[in-house]
């Protein structure tokens, strides 16, 4: 698996990466709605969010859907985990506190620590590729999202984005110079890129349905997005500078939340294709050229 994933690394800069779907396998199977999967650093496991019960709360199974465990527990929303770097901490965002913030975990779902601390809703949190800085949503209200960025303890919370509109779902380059983003600057909802410190930013698609979540490869060669261009909500890659767009998925139902696994050779996401509520699935994929 490395040496496919360095060879599509030294491609990209040559000639365009295609993918091509190998298989598609569901991996949860409850009757609630199961989302957003992120994937441990050695993609040994997937960790979810599931609705399971009254509220949403954080889960982790292994790659195959075996051996699901619950993180997290209690009466608040916890929602939208992801594993840090060294795979020992996990980030979400929970309203245990009562209102809607930034929290840190250990991986066994101990250990749990506050690190927003705002009246706006704080969402979406992402680990940057060295785990030193944390980059997230600020929701202040109105349709009005902005990309903050803090250190991993919580200190020195600085704003990226100032856009009076929409500015959401941010994810690090694996270098960690630049965040790719949707916003809806230009009038609808596209994917753009910044630099780390939020200045430089450059639209990457312009079409005219929404295009939302981008989400980079571990070597950068891609960024894989979810869509309605086709006509239905379907998961899309194209190259980092927005050229050679190619759709993934072409299911009558709805598949979003596309998650790269650390070797990009998978893709979780969350399809309705099963039951029409929701659960994790992963792409498997190959190259074509």
């Known amino acids: 698996m490395a040496a496919l994933t360095l060879s599509a690394a030294a491609l990209a800069a040559v000639a365009p990466i295609f993918f091509t779907v190998l298989r598609e396998t569901q991996l949860t199977f409850n009757p609630s709605v199961e989302e957003r999967p992120g994937w441990s650093p050695d993609g040994r496991r997937i960790i979810f969010d599931s609705r399971r019960g009254r509220t949403t709360h954080i889960w982790v199974m292994d790659d195959d859907g075996s051996n699901k465990a619950r993180l997290t527990n209690g009466p608040a929303v916890d929602a939208s985990a992801t594993f840090s770097p060294d795979g020992r901490r996990i980030l979400f965002y929970s309203s245990r506190s009562g209102n809607l913030d930034i929290w840190v975990m250990d991986a066994d779902g101990s250990n749990m620590e506050r690190l ?3 009246p706006a809703r704080d969402l979406f949190p992402n680990w940057s590729p060295d785990g030193t ?6 929701h202040i209200g109105r349709g009005n999202t902005d990309v903050w960025v803090m250190d991993a303890d919580g200190s020195k919370q600085t704003q990226l984005t100032t856009w009076r509109g929409t500015d959401g779902a941010p994810d690090w ?20 890129v910044m630099d780390a410190d939020g200045t430089n930013p450059e639209q990457l698609t312009y079409d005219r349905s929404e295009d939302l979540a981008p989400t980079f490869r571990a070597d950068g060669s891609l960024i894989a997005w979810f869509s309605a261009r086709s006509g239905n909500l379907d998961i899309w890659v194209m190259e980092p500078d927005g050229r050679n767009p190619r759709q993934l998925t072409s299911h009558p139902a709805r598949d979003w939340s596309p998650a790269w696994s650390p070797d990009g050779m998978r ?7 099963s039951d029409g509520r929701g659960d994790i699935w992963v792409m498997e994929l190959g190259f074509s050229f």
């Open 116 to 118: 927003t601390d705002h």
């Open 267 to 273: 893709i979780a996401y969350f399809s309705d294709r």
């Open 173 to 192: 380059s694996p270098d960690g110079r630049r965040i790719v983003f949707h916003s809806d600057r230009a009038g609808n909802r596209d994917i753009w």
């Open 133 to 138: 800085k944390i980059i997230w949503v600020r």
